[in-house]
């Protein structure tokens, strides 16, 4: 049981977590907005759907969404141990795939549980791409994957800001924004650690050989 979870946590298996998650997140998102012709992008919140007849799609959708970005961080966070910054910054995004899992529980007919999830959400999103974007700016290889991160979190910030200001009804627009450059985030650094642990093997490979 140890060594399967071992397999399963290992950056050539769980690099494949980040592409996926974001991938059956957003479908599962998608599908239940296609499904509600009710649904207004200026009026609603996504979580609107979680308490709806597309219920099940939209939560479950969040859940394993949730849970294999989840597995596809600790990866992530056993790659970057050795350094405190991307530690830090891979368990910060992990609270984000924890409370997208809780969000996907707990909708909003269970508040203010579901609010204080959601905010957890997005909040860690940003701090997270933060820390991380300093990780990779103090690394010359890693530059311009820094600002890539780095864009994640003030884009992210910039959309509830403006929403803010704008003050529509419905927070579905910043969330979507916010939710699409998660995902980015997740099949960027999928990649990267797929690449990595690519080099680390053929690095392996070679001093074996020799």
Known sequence: MVS???RILEPRVSAWFGVIAPIWALASIGTSIALSPWFSWTDNALSDLGVSGVAPIFNSGLIVGGTLAFLFIVGLARMERANRLGLLGSVVLMVSTLSLIGIGVFSEAFRPIHFYLAVALFV?????????SIRFALNVATRRLSIFTLLVGIISFISWVGWFFIRLKGIAIPETISACM??????????????????SHKKYEGAVRA
């Open 182 to 199: 998660a995902f980015s985030l997740l099949i960027v650094l999928s990649i990267r650690m797929y690449r990595e642990n690519a080099k």
């Open 4 to 6: 399967g979870w071992r």
């Open 124 to 132: 860690s999103l940003i701090i997270a791409s933060i820390i991380l």
